[in-house]
């Protein structure tokens, strides 16, 4: 007896195509307007940082005094941790470079501390009996401080430039 084999039986496989040989990719040129956009965006980001830290600092000496049903609440010191955290946060992620948080820190500090000294007219913006006020400083610092020491701890950035 003979079998019947069909025709797709007999075929051989195709040929293996020949490897490519193994070349790496060109590493990709800087252009000039590259570097040129990402110092603008970086001198932006600085600006706008220290922009927020002053915008902060003076929000927070507003809310100082703030009452309900004549107790003081103490918002300016929350807004002081919370505004600090936000604003090292994007100085560092506008920028990538770590130095932006200090210059934001100090403009803070100048201008809190300032405000607990006396004005010409001899008032103070944060009286020795405002318990806000002082914990709107403290907090404030912490928060520039656990900027700080997640900035330091961390390990540095990859970037392309």
Known sequence: MSSVSSPTDHVPPPPESPEPPAASAPEPRRSRDRGAVAVLLTIAGVVITL????????????????????????VSAVLALVGNLFVGWFAYRS???????????????????LA??????GDYLIAANNWVGWAMIGLGSLGWTIVGIRLVSSPPAKTLY
């Open 51 to 74: 922009l927020l830290s002053v915008l902060t600092a003076v929000l927070e000496l507003l809310l100082i005094s703030v009452r309900v049903g004549g107790q003081l609440i103490g």
């Open 116 to 121: 607990a000294g006396r004005t010409t007219e």
């Open 95 to 113: 920028t990538r470079r770590k130095w932006v948080v200090l210059p934001a820190a100090l403009i803070w500090l100048l201008i809190t501390l």
